[in-house]
């Protein structure tokens, strides 16, 4: 990519990073334009298939943002979705193979939520939004961006469920036997799903309260 | 048929779509505004769900799962084409929507019209495909089975983007605090009736 380095301004010039700090708080996928929620949260009880799944995630928006922003003059509009769909289900492919091939384990709880990534709205969304009328660079970044905004809600969220839910952290104990021994108990609704939806919702409204612009008129 | 009776009601109030595996959420909160939108998008979904998902199970029987192609001759006995499910499954469920949505404005035009915009983002509903993935994973043996489990879930996301609908209707008259309007609520009142549904567990019938 560096190639077109000097044919413009310098690759991390303020225009071409905008897309890559934007989705992280102002323009989050997940709290703020509420896409890609599908696949989002049901990986969350544990911090692992959490990780697991931004990066699975971050990969595939990345590279079939380029992808697509590389073909995008040569795609006629009315087959464009399909080719969207090609692009990111080849992507999956690849992604899910390799899981499989290096974390056995992890792929197996992640299950059915690795193919779920191809009809992620968030994926479709940059694709038509940003990808199909700008270049692969800044395309690549946005999908960079919007993937870590994504993960880090996701991040955030198991945090806090595996961390209250089971007292451990990415499998290691965190919460001291000496908390146990004195009546600390485990919130076992922390690992069940709904909760992940109420975590989401209180992320929304924390967010909202320190970002007044976002709050819904209505 | 008890198995089948129980899959439905399985799949209708235990693996609820979006209550229990989060599927179609994208499109559950975007709707679910009013009832009568809410009910359109749900009707498409066990429209298009009964259709994909039995097709998709034979895809997957007689074409994709280990050892299925020797029906063309022992020599494929060993051929898994299982990694290609991916891109078939939304493949077939691309075209099939496309093609629902021309036979319908073609006969049913009144059904149509109330369906209207909600066919053809079906197609990018995580639910379609999260169902067919599910039918492959949980291995559903017979043709009946990935039918019933197709209609209960289709069902379940119907009664789940109705209750929504119906409840933010109402919402729209209380006090609640400013930065929790809209989409912050929207997922705290899900997770209220995920819990509520969670007493359905470990009914078999």
Known sequence: MDENKPVRESIFSKTNLKPLTDPLSNNNPVIVLILGICSALAVTAKLKPAIVMAISVTVVVALSNLIYSLIRKTVPPSIRIIVQLVIVSFLVILVDQILKAFVYDVSKQLSVFVGLIITNCMIMGRLEAFASNNSPWASFLDGIGNGAGYGLILIIVAFVRELLGSGTLLGYQIIPQAFYNAGYVNNGLMILPPMALILIGVIIWIHRSFNKELIDKN | ?205
């Open chain 2, 1 to 205: 048929m008890q198995d089948l009776i129980n899959i439905f009601v399985r799949s209708i109030f235990i693996d609820n779509m979006i209550f229990a595996y989060f599927l179609g959420m994208c499109s559950y909160l975007a709707v679910s505004k009013t009832v009568k939108t809410s009910n359109g998008l749900g009707l498409a979904v066990i429209f298009v769900l009964i259709i994909t998902v039995p097709v998709n199970f034979l895809i997957n029987k007689y074409l994709l799962s280990p050892g299925a192609l020797s029906f063309i001759s022992p020599a494929f006995a060993n051929v898994d084409l299982g990694f290609l499910s991916f891109i078939i499954f939304i493949a077939v469920i691309a075209a099939i929507v496309q093609l629902v949505e021309m036979v319908v404005e073609k006969f049913l035009p009144s059904l149509y019209n109330s369906l209207g915009i909600f066919l053809p983002l079906i197609a990018v509903n995580c639910a379609i495909m999260g169902a067919s993935l599910f039918m492959q994973e949980r291995g559903l043996q017979t043709f009946g089975e990935s039918f019933f489990f197709a209609f209960g879930s289709g069902i379940g996301w119907w009664l789940a983007i109705i209750s929504i609908a119906a409840i933010r209707e109402k919402l729209s008259y209380s006090n609640i605090p400013k930065p929790l309007h809209g989409a912050g609520i929207a997922f705290i009142i899900t997770g209220l009736m995920s819990i509520a549904f969670m007493s359905f567990l470990g009914i078999t019938i």
